[in-house]
């Protein structure tokens, strides 16, 4: 884990070209990967990309390219390698022989900014929980200083049952806090269901998108917002009134690409917000240049969390900071999501989405009474279905 934002250690990213991601996709997934270094209090100092046809299951990229990588570390002195692919326990050591720096993956940085994140009792259970079961399966690698006395006598026996201890305090650690959860998933359930039967509606989306500062506006509450990724851990649940039409609005955790198992697993009352939801305000940043994959990203989470068939608001967030490069006339190459107006590709989503559709700048408060007018006819729609004697009131 990387240390607390007190102490900035310098990083360099390290990323794969496969059969199934090709170099523009994994410079995108490196963007990422750097914010989230950033976020987690790094300082990146470079980047390396290996083309490579199947995994080194020893070490993931070739061994002229660890070469490389340890060279340029020890010559500037960096602190951490972050991989942006998930290690094997086996790879994680070999990779931290073979240079001599500490590595992370990008689950296990995830963890990391989940852990400066969690702020309530209950997230922290939740992160210490995905903790320690990615933890578990690399115990291992942690006791490799042990292999320099392999042969020695009455050494190795002492170092694999000080391993097996360990495991075994782990295990009892995660029932431990599976109790905890348990009991704490109680307490949410039964807040939810004093909440009575008003409407409710979840803000999902991306990581960073913008949802906490929508929230905000709607709420008319000061929910933490700040340009990092994961500001938001703890569902934060408001009563928002338009009109005369009260509903309850839930922001949620953002969702990332390879979102680690663990943290699904254990996120899995935050997660209840979205289950239990009657109407999903998927907001979406439209300044970012692979929008539509994390859309693709956000549908498949809600898919696996059994969601996908709400009703769902598809909200465009940021136009303020949309840009776009037009293409000269005689250029006729086809052209790419950088060659598309903002004006085009509203008239595109709002022709073939079939969801109702909305473009807003929250920072800049752009179209946000188009959007209350919007969630106004959905939530009373939901409402006067649900209690049909209520319609004259709304």
Known sequence: MLQDNLTVESAILIGV?????????????????????????????????????????GTLIGKGKLEEIRLYAEENDID????????????????????????????????????KRAQTAYAKVQVELAQYLYLLPR????????????????????????????????????????EDLKKIDLQMNTQRQNRGKMVRVALVGYTNVGKSTLMNLLSKSEVFAENKLFATLDTTTRKVVIGNLPFLLSD??????????????????TLDEVRESDLLLHVVDISHPGFEEQIGIVNQTLSDLHCADKPVILLFNKMDAFSYVPKDEDDLTPGTRENISLEDLMNSWMAKNNNPCIFISAKQRTNIEALKELLYAQVREIHTTRYPYNDFLY
Do not use: C
């Open 252 to 269: 949620t955790v953002g969702f990332i690409r390879k979102l680690p198992h663990h943290l699904v697993e254990s996120f899995k009352s």
């Open 17 to 57: 070209v496969t059969l199934s991601q090709d170099l523009r996709m994994v410079l995108d997934y490196l963007d990422e990967l750097e914010f989230l270094a950033e976020t987690a209090g790094a300082t990146v100092m470079n980047r390396f990309i290996q083309r490579i046809d199947s995994q080194n299951p």
């Open 139 to 178: 115990l291992a690698g942690m006791w490799s200083h042990l292999e320099r006395q392999r042969g020695g006598i009455g050494l190795r026996g002492p170092g694999e049952r000080e391993i097996e201890t360990d495991r075994r305090i782990i295990r009892q650690r995660i029932g431990k806090l599976r």
């Open 80 to 115: 951490i390698l972050i991989f942006d692919d998930d290690l094997s326990p086996t790879q994680l050591r070999n990779i931290e022989q073979a240079i001599g720096r500490r590595v992370v993956d990008r689950t296990n940085l995830i963890l990391d900014i989940f852990a």
